[in-house]
């Protein structure tokens, strides 16, 4: 088990762990919009699949957020 | 400027306010701040950006008031139902302040007129309400080396962050807009009247500091929050050396509108 930050909450989980995986497991509820930040770096979402997590780092999901006008 | 005894009299709790005083109601009264959209955002942007006593501020939306606007537009009333959303602005604007000088623009922020709008602007506010104007709305301020408050709100939800040329742009953080109907917008999803409140405001909050040069922008930073729980968060973000616009090597050196990449993105399997 590897303890490991997503959006400043603690997580335990079994590292490595692909990024895939990981965004599977949060239920992201829109795996292909999301933005995501691996210590403080975004990752290009072609790399989505072969970016590991590893034991101690820090995740961030982005997610969109439209609307204001109209 | 000189302040008179009445202006004094009318921004005395700014002037009192250490950060700010005298000096900074003038910084205040010398802005010339842009308000793109007249909506959810724009419209409690623009109520206290116009009491506070920006000098001059900019409006530009091309819809009329309608009577669904109502719930959360609160610049905009009954009686304005089918009147231009610049000029009903405008009017109340007036009523507010009148030290405030208002330019109207009755038109869409497009590719065509981008530029040549914000080039007049120290700070722009976006308050649009789609993705492929927040892109053109990052993508101008960029080029023309504008900062700009970024504003999305949905359902329960608000999202903001704040550009100063050299820090992480939206395209840094979302690379490029959602394909159509992929994320809902307020229409669609609807959204509670109160958060457009909340966001517009911090908006103008962020609007006022960047004139007065009082506290810490929110650069390199991604505020978000729910009012469900009321938690808000802000997560630290870096700009992306692979920017496609504030970049080393940038792909985007002109604007396109509704350019949405939808080649990046897969459609939705939901
Ligand atoms: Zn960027």
Known sequence: ?70 | MNLTDQQIERYSRHILLQDVGVEGQEKIAAGRVLVIGAGGLGAPALLYLAAAGVGTLGVIDGDVVDLSNLQRQVIHFTDDVGRAKVESARAKIAQINPDVKVITHQAFFTEDNALEIIKDYDFIVDGTDNFPVKFLINDACVMGGKPFSHGGILRFEGQTFTHLPGTACYRCMFGSPPPPNAVPTCSQAGVLGAIAGMLGTIQAAETLKFLTGVGELLTDRLLTFNAKSMNFKTVNVRRRERCPVCGAHPTITELHESEQAACEFNPRQQ
């Open chain 1, 1 to 70: 088990m590897g303890n490991i930050k997503v959006n400043d909450n603690d997580q335990q989980i079994a590292t490595p762990i692909a990024l895939t995986e990981l965004i599977a497991i949060n239920k992201v509820l829109q795996p292909d919009m999301v933005s995501v930040q691996v210590n403080g770096e975004f990752i290009d979402r072609e790399a989505f699949g072969s970016t590991v997590i590893k034991d101690g780092d820090q995740v961030d999901f982005l997610y969109f957020m439209g609307g204001g006008a109209r």
